[in-house]
């Protein structure tokens, strides 16, 4: 793999040895198959060799968003039953107030400069033989997706009986669908703690191609990395096709992108008049899938298909799809209704088994849903008109609304919370507080500060609205259920679409 910005090489025999000692170092700790692991890391050349030894020696591993608190970061420590956790410089004082609150992590290493309060990365797993382990059993990522309210919630799927010599779990999806092999150039321009960036780059790296992998996205440095590393293969969210069709067109001339043969979106909506000019541009190389982190399912369509059908996000190729009204029932081609996934891989949450059997469809079929609406077209197209629940995306991040309005409700100067999405022309859309001043206390900019200060103090950044908006008294039901559309709908008007 090579680093975009840097141009740091980390060859095949390097990410072997290392793999390889990391592994033997955890075996040496008394980690076995089955046990779990962590990494807290920003896009780094480590970073592989850490997923790579996890998924060598039979263990779960969890790549932890580098962007949260320490607070959140404990919550997925100790429900994930970390016993490990690989972190860096970049994130040490978060990953030190973390470890305060997370006592089941018995080994804390640190990429990067000695810090008294971690063992030395490299200095540890240098005393380990860069062999590999006798037996490599694969071991699976589980990654974290927030839930519609509450903590976020482990996805958990068993550990199979084949060897990581067999590949990792995203393997034949990276290769049997959009023919990726050795000869691939890869380009990941996202955060490798999301479930896609990575799962693409281990995919790749398991077939023997090439990652180029970004420290951080930016539009330009993307045409210019596709160009000097003729990349062929590349995943994207829509934000960043709309940062890059902001560039001029003397900066989108100025590099040759005619290597890409697959560019994949997915993970947010994407406008057709986006997509459209981004064809116009790069040609019909794009590919959209529309999937979870659950994988209860995946819908694909190809570039031609799209062409045919603009706006649809494909038709399955793994689980059914049904459409379902609120009481379960099936509805005709045509009409909306709730999307669940029949007959896909089996996945559990992880310590939430609620969470679980809330996923599950109302008749008992157990088909299981991701929370969103939309319809199925008279041949089998699956098009998204809008979200059960009030889950944002945002530059193809989902962000929870309850886990904000849980956070800023226990403020003292607010009575009642409201947070949905509005729409954003460059994330697709941005958080948006709706409050209830405490009686007495003025809806201000003043307040706004103080919230605003008070969201960053206890969550990650990105989770802080962009904009407070402040109302006498927040419409509730007779039943206390905050009527949240009545918010929300006024921002989306005349949009054409409520995602």
């Not at 290392?18 to 033997?24: D, F, G, I, K």
């Not at 180029?212 to 994207?236: G, V």
């Not at 041949?379 to 886990?403: A, C, H």
Request: net charge negative; with cysteine.
């Amino acid at each position: 793999m090579i680093m975009g910005q840097s141009g740091e090489v980390v060859t095949y025999r390097q990410l072997d040895e290392r793999s390889n000692q990391l592994a033997r170092l955890w075996r040496d700790r008394g980690l076995t198959r089955g046990d779990h692991v962590a990494i807290f890391s920003e896009n780094q050349p480590r970073f592989f060799e850490v997923m790579w030894a996890a998924l060598r020696s039979g263990l779960y591993v969890t790549t932890v968003n580098s962007y949260l608190s320490p607070e959140e970061v404990a919550y997925i420590l100790n429900d994930s039953g970390a016993r490990s956790l690989v972190t860096t410089n970049a994130k040490a004082d978060v990953a030190a107030e973390a470890l305060k609150d997370a006592p089941g992590v018995e080994l804390a290493l640190l990429i990067g400069e000695p810090d008294a309060r971690f063992e030395q990365y490299v200095d540890a797993i240098a005393t380990m033989p860069a062999a590999p382990l006798d037996e490599e059993p694969a071991g699976e990522t589980m990654l974290y997706s927030s839930g519609t309210t509450g903590r976020p919630k482990g996805i958990k799927r068993e550990l199979s009986d084949r060897s990581i010599a067999e590949g990792t779990s995203s393997t034949a999806l990276v290769s049997g669908l959009f023919g990726m092999n050795e000869d691939s150039v890869y380009l990941s321009p996202a955060p490798l703690y999301h479930s896609a960036p990575i799962g693409f780059c281990l995919g790749v790296q398991s077939m023997g191609g090439t990652v180029i992998a970004m420290e951080k996205f930016d539009p330009l440095e993307s045409l210019r990395l596709i160009e000097k590393y003729k990349a062929t293969d590349s995943q994207w969210v829509p934000t960043m096709f709309v940062r890059m069709l902001k560039l001029s067109d003397e900066e989108r001339a100025r590099y040759d992108v005619s290597s890409m043969n697959v560019a994949v979106h997915a993970a947010a909506p994407i406008s057709v008049e986006v997509k459209q000019k981004m064809f116009d541009w790069w040609g019909p190389v794009l590919w959209e899938y529309y999937a979870g982190t659950e994988l209860n399912g995946f819908c694909l369509v190809r570039p031609e298909e799209w062409i045919e059908r603009p706006g649809t996000v494909g038709t399955p190729l793994i689980g059914e799809v049904h459409i379902l009204d609120d009481l379960g029932n099936e509805v005709p081609a045509g009409e909306q209704g709730t999307v669940y996934f029949g007959e896909g891989p089996p996945y559990e949450y992880h310590n939430a088994p609620e969470k679980t059997e809330e996923s599950k469809d109302p008749q008992g079929h157990g088909w299981t849903t991701l929370g969103d609406v939309g319809y199925v077209d008279e041949d089998g197209w699956v098009f998204l008109t809008d979200r059960k629940t009030f889950m944002i995306i945002s530059g193809g991040v989902n962000i929870y609304p309850q886990e904000i309005e849980d956070c800023l409700a226990m403020h003292p100067k607010v009575a009642d919370i409201a947070v949905f999405g509005i729409p954003d022309d460059e994330m697709g859309e941005a958080v948006q507080a709706a409050v209830q001043p405490a009686e007495g206390i003025a809806g201000d900019d003043e307040l706004e500060g103080e919230l605003r200060a008070y969201v960053r103090e206890h969550l990650a950044h990105f989770k802080c609205p962009k904009a407070f908006e402040f109302h006498e008294e927040l419409p509730r039901l007779p039943t206390g259920k905050l009527y949240k559309h009545k918010l929300r709908a006024p921002h989306w008007e005349n949009r054409g679409s409520s995602i």
